[in-house]
């Protein structure tokens, strides 16, 4: 265990954030499952927005990488476009 008064800070720091972008994560994450069951085309493009400004704000504060982000909206939007 750390002995260094900001030591035990960073620690303390770090395990609220852990909490916080694990909140975040979580949200984006059930979102995203939410879109993909969707069967209706109407329903799924006006999710979608919302669903892609999530996954955005992940990759904006580095909780996922960017690449990830933008490979996850390709694959909702060939999803919503599948739809008939």
């Not at 109407?42 to 490979?71: F, G, R």
């Amino acid at each position: 265990m750390a002995n260094h008064q900001s030591a035990k800070k960073r620690v303390r720091q770090i395990e609220k954030r852990k909490l916080h972008n694990k909140y975040y994560a979580k949200t984006a994450r059930n979102a995203i499952k939410k879109l993909r069951s969707t069967t209706e085309k109407a329903e799924a493009e006006s999710m979608y927005p919302q669903v892609t400004s999530m996954i955005d704000k992940l990759a904006k504060k580095n909780i996922i990488h960017k690449n990830n982000a933008s490979n996850l909206k390709s694959s909702l939007a060939n999803h919503i476009s599948k739809l008939a």
